[in-house]
């Protein structure tokens, strides 16, 4: 009988590339990856990886136990859900993903709420701008800007975050446009919807600099850097700040609310999408008009 382990090893080696790669993802050494993955290759009798100086490269064999050991991975991970499904209602652990700048700007100021609310749920909130896969379980709930295609999935559209351009009130420059300057995005979100927006708006002016997060450019731009796109949630109620340009073009992301369709009548996780939805919908600047 093939060890579920030494399969969930294999196909991190597979979809890494390397060893250490798949060490990492794993969280574990590079021992154990090793050993793993000759006790799967010793359990059926076959080589599935050639190791190279700098990579592990599949053989034909091991190709084709890739494709079977994809499809366990996913009865794994459906087994799992519906287990969390059957747990005990409005109790437990729910993880969601959302945006950091629905994160730290929005949805952390009203776990108090929530935790009022549903005591004994314990909602795990994870900041990152990356696509997570709900169907490989990377979490319970998603917020995204961009409709989900996931076939696996279930998603709504339940707000819009619209931007404006915004400057301290005593930017030096706040009354001659043609002298500002802006703060983009680095490199990390060089290719996202708002960084496009943002360069089409400063044409050849210049960039004063590059930061990551909203959050950043909310500091930056308060410190009288330049000019900043900002969500209008944000800049609108930063008392500091001038929303200027008031004929450059209108920008917006819209706002989806995803869970995997096995969870989304588990009332726990129900209950987390209900208070992202009614949060995200309380809210003037990002409502659905």
Not at 20 to 25: D, L
Not at 87 to 98: D, E, I, K, Y
Not at 199 to 217: K, M, N, Q, W, Y
């Amino acid at each position: 009988m093939v060890d579920w382990e030494d399969v969930r090893h294999f196909l991190a080696v597979a979809q890494s590339g390397t060893l250490s790669g798949a060490a990492r993802n794993l969280k574990v050494d590079h021992a154990t990856v090793s050993r793993r993955l000759a006790a799967l290759e010793t359990a059926l009798d076959v080589r599935l990886v050639d190791r190279l100086p700098r990579s592990c490269r599949l053989t034909v064999t091991g190709r084709q136990v890739f494709e079977r050991a994809l499809e366990m991975e996913a009865g794994a991970h459906a087994i799992a859900r519906l287990a969390k499904a059957a747990h005990a209602p409005l109790a437990g652990r729910v993880t969601l993903s959302a945006p950091p700048v629905l994160v730290t700007h929005l949805l952390a100021d009203h776990l108090p709420r929530f935790r009022k609310e549903y005591p004994d749920i314990r909602l795990s909130l994870s900041a990152e701008g990356r696509v997570v896969s709900l169907s490989r379980r990377e979490a319970d709930v998603a917020v995204r800007f961009v409709q989900p295609d996931e076939a696996s999935s279930v998603a709504r559209k339940i707000g819009t975050m619209a931007f404006g351009l915004y400057a301290h009130r005593s930017y030096a420059h706040l009354s001659a446009p043609e002298r500002w300057e802006f703060i983009a995005w680095d490199q990390t979100y060089a290719d996202m919807p708002a960084q496009s927006w943002l360069f089409g708006i400063a044409d050849d002016r210049p960039v004063a600099c590059e930061l990551t997060h909203s959050s950043e450019h909310l500091i930056a731009v308060r410190a009288g850097v330049g000019v900043a796109g900002l969500p209008c949630f944000i800049g609108e109620r930063d008392r500091d700040l001038v929303r200027i340009g008031e004929d450059i073009p209108s920008f917006a992301r819209d706002i989806w609310l995803m869970v995997h369709r096995d969870l989304r009548k588990a009332p726990a996780v129900r209950a987390v999408m209900e208070f992202v939805a009614a949060t995200i919908s309380e809210d003037q600047y990002l409502s659905i008009r």
